[in-house]
């Protein structure tokens, strides 16, 4: 289990093919479930996304291929001659030979072998310089920068790196290669002179494009300027140059796209205006938690003063029953101004917790927690405010806190089914799916009426592969909750893991229906967004997918599910420059600072594709042949 923050309540997607929610799964970080859809599409991002994907799988193409490959020597081999395979033997050696040249700590060329008694290796080389170079013959030239790179490897070796540079220096000027400068830049990197590595490296790869020890050293160079973004470039080259063979350059990959990330991240933040997620968010966090009625003296029906603070909070309720953007936000502002007024009485406590529900949703977790300590200070019979925080700690990595929290919501009230069905929440995140069942089995023993605690046990049972007994438990759900779209939506998202895409698409049809008719103006989009997934994975229908994807954020605009999910249709398509609008918007919809950074590495990772095709536009076609032997069979 990764250590990254997970907010609670959430449940995981159930298909780790796409990056669709479960029932109350907006609190799960968009990128965790990006991430899913990565994996399982691999090949194919691969192949359009190009460094993506370098970070995680980068061996992954490769070695499909080469499996091919070598399946094919194989048969090849049944058919060649004896005299056949002997010449292959020594072709294979002297690749062999001049790989491993390739990767030592600098370059060197095949040199005769050294006579029996030692000469000096610069005798008869003239003294070497700009004015004193033009007199020599090319074969002159030649043969006095083999010497001085002879005697340069040498000094490197015996660590007399400034000699080195020297020897490396004047073989330059005898004849600018590759190798000369990049031999230099070696000295200099040893030297922690990361300037003139730049320098070096870089007329190494002006020289030859795809020098591979030339651009990691460069990208280390850059790494250490703190020049993240250009070492991320040269790393990515590198990695399709090298087909994906060299780990290191693909873990470097993926800590650049953190650090580069990270740096765009708290810049985000530092003038990121606090404000509410989507209405799909927040909707399906507040149902959560079972529906009850509001406390007494707070009903509609009640003689209040609407500018008094009872009044406020009253109203505040009655907004957030309309379920849309608009209706979020003046509930968040008439419980802030609940607490202003004051003289709340006996209601102070829950006005705590309200304020404190609504901060944690703009991602005002420090100013939430305050609240939600005051609430259970001064009501601590309310077990829904510790639930809440519990929720919270999770979030910033705080686990024994949220178990803490759980515990003393227990010792208040044991036969609360909100306490039992958010613990199952925990052990979900955490993996602990037997425990999971159990608790979400007794939350439905104390409230059979709460949907969600169906549906998490039957997301529970699915990924615990009792997928029998996940079936049965949703088909009691259809059964019991007929009028309830929640049913058909995370039903059909099964029966798509299953690929029964005929069914599945049915029962998002069914769910998008229901929507429709009992909250017009506040429809949840999930539904859409699935069908969308269905008809891509069973059909490759691009265009019907997007339309339904560009439905549900007209619905709500700011559906950080439904922006993944173009994004991910656009890589699918090719459609980089697109995509990658769409990975800057969900950065600017992520709430808290890990998924800010999680939305930025997708998108930087897409810039940085960019970039290579227009720098390097060879290695574009080099990588797409790579995957396009494998890349239609992810799709399919």
């Not at 002006?206 to 993240?228: F, G, M, Q, T």
Request: proline share 4%.
């Amino acid at each position: 289990m990764s250590d990254k923050p997970v907010p609670l309540p959430y449940t995981p997607n159930t298909n780790p093919g796409t990056s669709r929610l479960s029932p109350d799964a907006s609190s799960l970080p968009l990128w965790d479930r990006l991430t899913t859809w990565v994996a399982a599409n691999k090949t194919v991002v691969y192949t359009i996304a190009g460094v993506t994907v370098v970070v995680s799988l980068g061996g992954v193409v490769y070695y499909l291929s080469e499996s091919k490959r070598l399946d094919a020597v194989a048969q090849d081999k049944k058919r060649l001659s004896k005299k056949e395979r002997r010449r292959a033997k020594q072709e294979k050696e002297k690749d062999t030979g001049q790989a491993n040249e390739r990767s030592a700590p600098i370059d060197s060329k095949p040199v005769p072998r050294a006579p029996t008694v030692e000469s000096d290796p610069l005798e008869g080389i003239p003294q070497i310089d700009q004015s004193g170079i033009q007199s020599l013959s090319d074969e002159d030239r030649k043969e006095y920068s083999t010497k001085l790179k002879i005697v340069g490897n040498k000094a490197y070796g015996d660590k007399d790196y400034n000699k080195a540079i020297e020897l490396y220096g004047k073989a330059i000027i005898c004849k600018p290669d590759p190798i000369f400068y990049s031999n230099r830049a070696a000295c200099y990197n040893a030297l922690g002179n990361w300037e003139k590595v730049v320098e070096d490296t870089t007329a190494a790869i002006n020289l030859d494009s795809e020098y591979v020890k030339a651009l990691n050293r460069r990208a280390n160079a850059y790494e250490h300027l703190k020049k993240y973004s250009e070492a991320l470039m040269d790393y990515t080259a590198s990695c399709i140059i090298d087909q994906f063979r060299n780990d290191q350059s693909a873990q470097s990959v993926e800590r650049l796209l953190k650090l580069v990330a990270e740096a765009k991240g708290k810049a985000i933040l530092a003038r990121k205006e606090k404000k509410l997620p989507s209405p799909t968010f927040v909707t399906n966090y507040l149902h959560s938690f079972r529906p009850k009625p509001p406390p007494s003296g707070l009903e509609q029906t009640a003689d209040l003063d609407e500018q008094s603070g009872k009044g406020q909070l009253r109203a505040g309720l009655v907004a957030m029953e309309k379920g849309t953007g608009e209706g979020y936000e003046t509930a968040a502002a008439a419980f802030d101004r609940a607490l202003e007024l004051g003289d709340l009485g006996e209601h102070e406590g829950f006005a705590y917790n309200m304020r404190g529900t609504f901060r944690y949703l703009r991602g005002e977790n420090t100013d939430a927690l305050e609240d939600l300590t005051k609430s259970v200070e001064i009501q601590p019979a309310l077990t829904q405010s510790y639930i809440k925080r519990a929720s919270m700690h999770l979030e910033l990595g705080h686990r024994e806190a949220a178990a803490n929290d759980f515990e003393q919501a227990m010792a208040k009230q044991t036969d609360d089914p909100d306490i039992y069905y958010h613990r199952a929440q925990l052990h979900f995140i955490l993996n602990e799916f037997a425990d999971a069942a159990k608790d979400y089995q007794k939350s439905i023993d104390l409230d059979r009426d709460f949907i969600f605690s169906h549906i998490q046990l039957g997301v529970t049972q699915y990924k615990m592969g009792s997928i029998a007994s996940s079936m049965a438990t949703f088909r009691r759900c259809i059964k019991n909750f007929d009028k309830v779209p929640d049913v058909y939506n995370y039903y059909g998202e099964l029966l798509l893991d299953q690929q029964k895409y005929q069914e599945a698409i049915e029962k998002f049809d069914t769910a998008v229906d229901m929507e429709k008719q009992t909250k017009p103006l506040g429809m949840n989009v999930l539904p859409l967004i699935n069908k969308a997934l269905a008809l891509f994975q069973w059909k490759q229908d691009f265009q019907e997918a997007e339309k339904l994807c560009q439905k549900a954020l007209i619905i709500d605009p700011e559906c950080d599910i439904a922006v993944a999910t173009m994004a991910q249709l656009l890589l699918q398509q090719g459609k980089v420059t697109e995509a990658l609008k769409y990975f800057e918007r969900a950065a600017e919809l992520s709430r808290t600072e890990s998924e800010i950074v999680n939305a930025l590495s997708y998108a930087e990772a897409t810039r940085t594709q960019l970039e290579v095709q227009q720098k390097y536009p060879q290695l574009t076609e080099r990588l797409q042949a790579i995957g396009g032997n494998i890349g239609g069979a992810a799709t399919r």
